[in-house]
């Protein structure tokens, strides 16, 4: 099973950006699909983003048109692509795999959006 290792997190200010990386310890190329939840305190974790091994993205509502979402297999690395960050974005964001051998998830990295 892969594990996975996220980067980039960190305080900024509303309507900044921010650049998270997800590593992994195998190479990604065969893994189904990746991508990015989100656990902001007092609530569940939530869908933020997926991208398949194909290229497929699927996106919330909340991040369509804010974030993006890409995969670099030559890296073995995720990426998330945040911009016009609202106070709302803050939350513990880890990063997600799943492929036949099960989920695979990382220990999360921390956004804070100040208002």
């Known amino acids: 099973q892969v594990q996975l290792v996220e980067s980039g997190g960190g305080l900024v200010q509303a309507g900044g950006s921010l650049r998270l990386s997800c590593a992994a310890s195998?190479?990604?190329?065969?893994?189904?699909?990746m991508g990015w939840y989100r656990q902001a305190p007092g609530k569940q974790r939530e869908l933020v983003a997926l991208i398949t091994n194909v290229g497929s993205t699927t996106y919330t509502d909340s991040a369509q048109g804010r974030f993006t979402i890409s995969r670099d297999n030559a890296k073995n690395t995720v990426y998330l692509q945040m911009d016009s960050l609202k106070p709302e974005d803050t939350a513990v964001y880890y990063c997600?795999?799943?492929?036949?051998?099960?989920?695979?998830w990382g220990q999360g990295t921390k956004v804070t959006v100040s208002s």
């Open positions: 195998t190479s990604i190329f065969s893994i189904d699909t």
């Open positions: 997600y795999a799943k492929s036949g051998w099960g989920n695979a």
